[in-house]
């Protein structure tokens, strides 16, 4: 079945002329046809510009196109629906942006296009990228392949939810607390959050901007570290990206990892932790150790400051970042009479309530008065962070915690109570804060219910080749990325 392929795997068929991309592409769209009804991954798919994209990379491989020079030829590539495609809708999973068409395409988009992806499909998030459930979509949520009672993570839940089930081989989500990591880790994938500057993020409608990066999603690490090669380096559109070489990620995958040094953060390990994701993380270190990692335990002292320092940097920059949406230049519109009434009725019916509440929270943090009290001191905290992970990576390579403390939690479990969905980014949202790398791989199950755990390896900035391949060695000497979910049978 093509639609269950990896992407190298559909690239030999590929370049063995043994499939064609129509027939690969046709693979993902019938499975959508099948599971998308049930599983709410996709917001949109446009079959024909997909099948008409799948046709050109046909003709391409016919003339004789190089697949070292398109490493991403005829492979269906999915997208998060914060990331603009040209012609396409362009909806944040919020009302607002009403009828909106992106005119350009991201230039993460137009890098997978030159590499010859077949770019399709609006993936459901929650609203703006504020969550962790994809229950603040205001399209609906998006279901866990594994049990579709829960959660599938979020923001980019339908993005892990199409990876998942086959929908797609690969896809794009945005992380600014944990939101690529956390859909993977409780969907069974691989997500990658780049460092901070790795990848442009022109045509990634901004949530957090000291924070927000692209990152890809898939079914292996190997395909996670395709994907980072084809969006990452420096751009002229993104100021905030930065000029450091992309290196060939998947060459290196495959190298041992003897004496790689691992630290394992105590403060990770207790707390709201479910014993069987201690204990799988736990089986994880051993098995990195029986690989040649030195694992040894460290310090991140700020740790207990995260969440808070977190909800008031974010809230504070997409209280500034939302205020565009007033009706006036794009989206929907509510007509009030004048405009102060305009934009008011404009985001009082645009905006859910999440995004209402983070509006909110983030004026007052930044309003005289408070300003110091909150923003500025959170902003030193933040460095207390970044710091503890400096000198943390000064003794070891890679740091390995959970990624979630929980396995997929039931919808509507936390949706009444914010505090307790914040509480879900405990473990994912000092990466951000401290502009580093992080990835969350497969580590095993939950007993009852059957559901996928992730481990989160934490890297140095711009370490992105080390943290690919200590996952990579970890993935494939375990067999839980093997695993697939039942729905998608
Ligand atoms: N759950 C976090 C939030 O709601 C992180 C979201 C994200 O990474 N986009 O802000």
């Not at 207790?270 to 994880?284: C, N, R, T, Y």
């Not at 404009?346 to 909110?360: D, M, N, Q, S």
Request: aromatic letters at 8%; a neutral charge.
């Amino acid at each position: 079945m093509l639609h269950q392929l990896t992407i190298s795997e559909l690239t030999g068929k590929l370049t063995r002329r043994e499939v064609t991309a129509c027939e690969a592409m046709e693979a993902c769209l019938s499975q959508i046809e099948k599971t998308d009804a049930r599983l709410h991954a996709f917001l949109s798919v446009d079959k024909n510009d997909a099948l008409a994209q799948a046709a050109q990379a046909d003709a391409a491989i016919q003339a004789g196109a190089s697949f070292a020079e398109q490493p991403l030829l005829g492979i269906p590539i999915a997208v998060k629906d914060v990331i603009a495609v040209k012609n396409q809708p362009l909806n944040c999973g919020s009302k607002i942006l009403g009828k909106y068409i992106s005119p350009f395409d991201a230039t993460v988009v137009a890098k997978m296009r030159a590499a010859g992806a077949i770019v399709f499909g609006r993936l459901n998030m929650d609203e703006f990228a504020m969550g962790s459930s994809t229950e603040n979509s205001a399209f609906g949520a998006s279901r866990n392949p594994w049990d579709t009672d829960r959660t599938p993570g979020g923001s980019s839940g339908g993005s892990a939810v199409a990876v998942a089930a086959d929908e797609c081989l690969a896809a794009l989500g945005s992380d600014t607390g944990g939101s690529i990591r956390q859909p993977a880790a409780l969907c069974g994938i691989v997500g990658l959050k780049p460092t901070y500057g790795r990848v442009s993020r022109y045509g990634l409608v901004a949530y957090a901007s000291s924070l927000d990066q692209i990152g890809p999603m898939g079914k292996c690490v190997a395909d996670t570290a395709i994907l980072l090669r084809a969006i990452g380096g420096r751009d002229p559109l993104d100021a905030t990206s930065v000029d450091e070489p992309v290196p060939d990620y998947a060459k290196s995958l495959g190298q041992s990892v003897k004496g790689a040094k691992i630290g394992l953060p105590k403060e990770y390990l207790g707390g709201g932790l479910d014993p069987e994701i201690g204990q799988a993380v736990q089986a994880a270190v051993r098995q990195l150790e029986s690989l040649g990692a030195e694992v040894r335990e460290i310090s991140l002292p700020h740790t207990e400051y995260a969440i808070a320092t977190y909800y008031i940097i974010a809230t504070a920059e997409a209280s500034a970042n939302l205020a565009r949406f007033d009706g006036v230049r794009y989206g929907a519109r509510v007509d009030g009479g004048d405009p102060i009434e305009l934009y008011r009725k404009t985001r009082g019916a645009g905006f859910g309530p999440e995004v209402k509440r983070r509006i909110i929270l983030g004026t007052y943090v930044l309003s005289t008065g408070y300003y110091d009290a909150y923003y500025l001191r959170a902003q030193k905290v933040r460095t207390l962070i970044r710091q503890d992970f400096l000198n943390a990576f000064k003794e070891v390579d890679a740091i390995v915690t959970p990624t979630t403390p929980t396995a997929a939690f039931k919808l509507g479990e936390k949706s009444q109570d914010p505090l307790q969905m914040y509480l879900n980014d405990i473990f994912t949202i000092s990466c951000n804060l401290a502009g580093i790398c992080g990835i969350s791989v497969p580590c095993g199950f939950t007993k009852y219910p059957h559901l996928p755990i992730g481990l989160q390896l934490l890297g140095k900035p711009f370490g992105e080749e080390t943290l690919l391949r200590l996952a990579h060695a970890y993935e494939q000497s375990t067999p839980w990325h093997r695993e697939r979910p039942p729905l998608q049978r």
